[in-house]
């Protein structure tokens, strides 16, 4: 089955870049899209279709994918940018289509 | 704007069947427009997809959970339900219910999630 493959954790200071990646077998040529989840929250999509925003999302949030990675990138973070990340597939190279998720990234602002 | 509403019956004991149901307001578990999932998170733990249903009734699952799972639509209460049977401590999770819009879209609409702790 298809695996996709997160730092646990990245740690950026306020105002800084944080850059978010998810690793997978070619996945440049799947879509990714990718979400974030505060705590005791359900999680929210800020990123679909490897780079497009859904209204709402503020700008700082941008997605790239190419080759084996994917990149979630969050401009000029803020404290309230802290939560976990996750990144998502629909995986449809075996007979059972699946979709699979990234263990996840727990972002925090120094 | 669709609205999920996942309910649940709380503690469930080892051996049972789990049952969920999710409410849809603001749209119609009959539209063609959408797929309605199921997804869990254990404790502490990431996010698992646990299969969908469309319109038509056709679902789709995990493989590894296939042989336990069951997801169906009442249109007249307009919901959808999940059913897991068989169940042990490994299940207890937070179960969101979640829509897309086609295949290979995003989950762009979570119900707020449900706790469901198996213990005897």
């Known amino acids: 089955s298809y695996v996709l493959t997160q730092p646990p954790s990245v740690s950026v200071a306020p105002g800084q870049t944080a850059r978010i990646t998810c690793g997978g077998d070619?996945?440049?040529?799947?879509?990714v899209h990718w979400y974030q989840q505060m705590p005791g929250q359900a999680p929210v999509l800020v990123v679909y279709?490897?780079?497009d925003r859904p209204s709402g999302i503020p700008e700082r949030f941008s997605g790239s994918n190419s080759g084996n990675t994917a990149t979630l990138t969050i401009s000029r973070v803020e404290a309230g940018d802290e939560a976990d990340y996750y990144c998502q597939v629909w995986d449809s190279s075996s007979d059972h289509p699946n979709v699979v998720f990234g263990g996840g990234t727990k972002l925090t602002v120094l | 704007q669709v609205q999920l509403q996942a309910s649940g019956p709380g503690p469930v004991k080892p051996s049972q069947t789990l049952s969920l149901t999710c409410t849809v307001s603001?749209?119609?578990?009959?539209?063609?427009?959408?797929?309605w999932s199921w997804i869990r998170q254990h404790p502490g733990k990431g996010l698992e997809w646990m299969g969908n249903i469309y319109y038509s009734g056709s679902t789709s699952y995990r493989p590894s959970l296939k042989r336990r799972l069951s997801i169906s639509v009442d249109t007249s209460k307009n919901q959808f339900s999940l059913r897991l049977s068989s169940v042990t401590a490994a299940d207890t999770a937070v179960y969101y219910c979640?829509?897309?819009?086609?295949?290979?879209?995003?989950?762009?609409?979570w119900g707020q999630g449900t706790m469901v702790t198996v213990s005897s």
């Open positions: 979640a829509t897309t819009g086609q295949w290979g879209d995003p989950f762009d609409i």
């Open positions: 070619n996945i440049g040529t799947k879509t």
């Open positions: 603001g749209g119609s578990v009959s539209s063609g427009a959408y797929y």
């Open positions: 279709d490897d780079s």
